[in-house]
T-cell receptor
Framework: EDKVVQSPLSLVVHEGDTVTLNCSYEVTNFRSLLWYKQEKKAPTFLFML????IEKKSGRLSSILDKKELFSILNITATQTGDSAIYLCAVEAAGAGSYQLTFGKGTKLSVIP | KAGVTQTPRYLIKTRGQQVTLSCSPI?????VSWYQQTPGQGLQFLFE???????NKGNFPGRFSGRQFSNSRSEMNVSTLELGDSALYLC???????????FGPGTRLLVL
């Protein structure tokens, strides 16, 4: 059974801190790993990672994938209160002609002023 | 471009009833996936449709079913509702299986 584990489950930091969120996985027929940010509504897409060692960056957020060790990290630098959210990691596995996303339970990040 | 839309946004039902949720994907997207989100289980995959065919299905009982129409709009049906079916049901669309999914706002279902 495909499995995605995120750590920590929750995190409280002060504005300006840098945080690292972790995602490890065990899936058959890995295709890609995705990061989502979920506030009070549906998840919004952050990154899709398919290749090891290539950092994806968007403003203060960055992410990297290690396909050998089966994990990914999401970094947020100079955190702001608007970064408070649940960050979800999902792994896409290929099936016969289709695919399936398996999500981790998420990391709840709280950024306090 | 309009995003993924889901109707209704909120729904209250009683045990034993059935419910139908609707999802309209982003224009041009042919793949529609459904997810259930609960505090205890997180996001769980229900099923995925592409060109009116169910291509993949998660580990949910047969009470959960869906369909997709020729215009790519999709519906999800849950019959004989149970208290544990109370959840946020999310729909996501993508151009095809290899593309990024974009989520709708969800339908929050409460079963009393």
């Amino acid at each position: 059974e495909d499995k995605v584990v995120q750590s920590p489950l929750s995190l409280v930091v002060h504005e300006g801190d840098t945080v690292t969120l972790n995602c490890s996985y065990e899936v058959t027929n890995f295709r890609s790993l995705l990061w989502y940010k979920q506030e009070k509504k549906a998840p919004t897409f952050l990154f899709m990672l398919t290749s090891s060692g290539i950092e994806k960056k968007s403003g203060r957020l960055s992410s990297i994938l290690d396909k050998k060790e089966l994990f990914s990290i999401l970094n947020i630098t100079a955190t702001q209160t608007g970064d408070s959210a649940i960050y979800l990691c999902a792994v896409e596995a290929a099936g016969a002609g289709s695919y399936q996303l398996t999500f981790g339970k998420g990391t709840k990040l709280s950024v306090i002023p | 471009k309009a995003g993924v839309t889901q109707t209704p946004r909120y729904l209250i039902k009683t045990r034993g009833q059935q419910v139908t949720l609707s999802c309209s994907p982003i224009s041009g997207h042919r793949s529609v996936s459904w997810y259930q989100q609960t505090p205890g289980q997180g996001l769980q995959f229900l099923f995925e449709y592409f060109s009116e065919t169910q291509r993949n299905k998660g580990n949910f009982p047969g009470r959960f079913s869906g369909r997709q129409f020729s215009n790519s709009r999709s519906e999800m049906n849950v019959s004989t509702l149970e208290l544990g079916d109370s959840a946020l049901y999310l729909c996501a669309s993508s151009v095809d299986a290899q593309e990024t999914q974009y989520f709708g706002p969800g339908t929050r279902l409460l079963v009393l």
